[in-house]
């Protein structure tokens, strides 16, 4: 299997060189036909891999946001922001009720995730539209991991003693994040050496790579703990490194070759493997492709709260914030788990979730080019 991953990982960018095809949308083909052929069956290591790769994306995703930058945004951007939001959960709420959805559809329509947009800028570069759906999905990632996890407690204790433990939990390391944002950035704003001593940039040990990555394990390991979603914690990290040690320009350029030539796409295959082909249907291919198109719909519609007409930057916009892979697959996981959907709408889940992927980011990158050919 390490072989397969190995010939997987090389072949990949030359593929998708040849095909213009995006990287991580044939990585995860690639993947699932290894699968299909037995080259690639399930591992614990190959398990622990990929989720790490998930939450080194999620680490890159944090580190591209400024807090201090955040804070500097205008009022009407969180507002639209929260409107948004708020848009996404009606109209998916709409959806259920006239389209004969299972409830559980209701948290998996508005379900945003930014660490695939992370992948979209590597492809395509960064661009006006693109910086502000990482904006906006930041907070909307936020809500989802929310949602996430107070499903997640309400499947396993229902309305007990133990769910409203677990919110409280929630709730206070939100704002515990909070608290230590302030005392933070009032530390570095009275001893700005600090920054400099613990990350210097340039040192022969790597101190500033050995610091990020120690906090990355270290901040997992206790959310883990406390039972949090520990998407939230990788994200958290890389949030922290960006805005407290930004003079370290190069920290960043220093993780990511890491991450997107080794752990990310390990991601990526996994996602792939879960896959089974033998199971595919036209019906199920169908359904799954009416779950993405309603997804996109909902939020490009949604994202006239931000675009008063629809254009290209209003499509490319909405359909930028409608890849929440693993967060769809770990709904999806825990609506089968405790019956709530059956094998069939999982596997249609599951096959949605990695199409979607592959649907926004072909799309994003023809839709991207008909607006550079519009500007020359």
Known sequence: MILSLAVIILISPFISSIFRFPILAVEIILGAIFSFIGLIGENEIFSLLSETGFLYLM????????????????????IYAVLFLILM???????????????????????????????????????????????????AEVVSIIVLTLLSSYFEFGFTHRFFVNISILMAVLISLAVLFFIMRTLFWWFPEIKFYLMPGIDKYHQDVRIAISLFFIVIVLLYKIGIDVVLGAFVVGVFLKTFFEHNKSLEHKLAPFGFGFLIPI????????????????????????IVLLMILIRIFASSVFFRVLNLNSILFGISLSMPLTLMIAVAALAHQNHTINDYWYNVLVVAAVMEVIVVMVGVKILNKLIVKSEK
């Open 59 to 78: 680490l890159l995703a944090g580190m591209e946001i400024n807090l201090k930058e955040m804070f500097k945004l205008e009022k009407k951007i969180f």
């Open 267 to 290: 991601f990526f295959v996994h996602v792939g493997s879960s896959l089974d082909i033998k199971l595919l249907s036209s019906k199920m291919l169908v359904d799954s492709f009416y």
């Open 89 to 139: 959960y009606l109209l998916s709420l709409l959806s259920v009720f006239f389209l004969g959805f299972s409830k559980i559809f209701i948290v998996v329509f508005p379900l945003v995730s930014v660490g695939l947009i992370l992948s979209l800028q590597q492809e395509i570069g960064k661009k006006e539209w693109l910086e502000l759906a990482m904006k906006v999905g930041v907070i």
